[in-house]
């Protein structure tokens, strides 16, 4: 079937949709119904010329937008990929129009939730740029055998573009991506094809301390032995990557190769072979509210917050919300690293985390350590069958539950164990404010009252922001 053609159409961006594209409308003659077409790296206020193909679940796709006439909150950007990368989609937006859109996103989702919270002005990135601590770049090859490293387009159904530059990160990061693009460009490997399970290459993660300036790459590669790597491989892909780091930092430098292993009917298994430096990163945070620098090691794949300056804000936040003085015991989900668990172990007498990564857990016993924690208990396993065994014990009973889930959320088990423990305040930290408002919501409609919410700006030139609820057990 051949493709439709494009049509070339003029529209007003009139607001955002959900994924922070901008939205306009058109009609193809007067008196008839209006379009809504979706135009990425717009903003509200433009006028825009667009191309547009078949509408798709109601909604035309605009694509290579031009500007007519700028909204007054268009800047320039900084970056050459700004107008083709998935990554960045409000880069062209002032940064006080950005958190001035996120601010009323919280307020929006929440609106429905609770006429009684206090909703406080958002935590503002200061700086917005260079903040990401973690970063993926895919592997891709086209037909012609054309190789690319980089980030997924916006719009671009898979498609990889070679980046060259990104201000999201320390200059580190797109060196290094340069560094092993030309290694891999000069030699035999194949980028892997998910469909045909063919190739070698999947992904280049890459991961730097902020504080500690310490760094870690771990290249992600097919488990299929056809497509296995040679020692000499390896050995390029440690040295392309020691071509941008001087010599002196080396020692601080951790390099691994993480297996992904597909079989049919089978769960994908992963295998991790430590190649170059430490077999950890190291990473601080500096909490101004407990007057303290905590010392983290986090393990290739291990949870961390991959803006560590504004994580410092928000765990600060997180702390004071939870209010004065010691708490007997809190529970901390979702743990990660335990650094949320580590943190409140100086507001608590006791305080047991939940993770079901093994690495993150290994992590966690050792940042106890390096903490000089022994009022924590770290245990592994998923959270809503951890919780079932707590149960069981009489005596488990936590004054503050604080629970930072993925995405997608609390999943039912998770939430009913949670209403089951009934604390006396859930502190509940969210990426996706969508998801944690429909939690906040079951949580309400079991007993608790929603007191405060506080949006966070953890990912600037993004529509993402997390946030953090206060939920306290109504008195009956």
Known sequence: MSKAPL???QVLIEKFSSKGYGIGFVKKAEGMPSHKVEVPHTVPGDTVHTLIGRKRKGVFFGFSP???????????????????????????????RQVSEKQKLVEKLFSSVSESAIVYPILQCD???????????TF???????????????????RVFSLT?????????????????????HSSLRAYHMTSNEGSLRTLTLRRGSRTGHKLAFLTVSGHPEFSLKKSDLEGFVKALHSVVPEEERST????????QILKGSATQFYEMHLAGPDHLSEELHIKQLGKVFKFKISPTAFFQPNTLQAEKLYGRALEMAGEGMIDHVLDLYAGTSTLGILFSYKA???????????????AEVNKEWNQIVNLQVNQGDVADVLATLKQDPTFNPQLVVVDPPRSGLDAKALAHLVGISPEKILYISCNPATQAENVKELIAHGYHLTSIQPVDQFPHTIHVENICLLQRSKS
């Open 7 to 9: 049509t070339q159409i």
């Open 66 to 96: 031009e500007v007519i006439t700028p909204s007054q909150d268009r800047v320039m950007t900084k970056c050459v990929h700004a107008n083709i990368c998935g990554g960045c989609s409000w880069q062209q937006m002032s940064y006080e």
């Open 127 to 137: 700086p917005p740029w260079q903040y990401r601590n973690k970063m993926e770049y």
């Open 140 to 158: 891709s090859q086209n037909k012609a055998g054309e190789k690319f490293l980089g980030l997924i387009m916006t719009g671009g159904k898979g």
């Open 165 to 185: 530059e990104c201000h999201l990160t320390d200059p580190w990061f797109h060196s290094s991506v340069a560094a092993v693009r030309s290694f891999w460009e």
């Open 253 to 260: 430098f951790s390099i691994f190769l993480r297996v992904q």
């Open 349 to 363: 007498k006791k305080v047991t985390s939940i993770e079901i990564n093994p690495h993150a857990v290994f992590d």
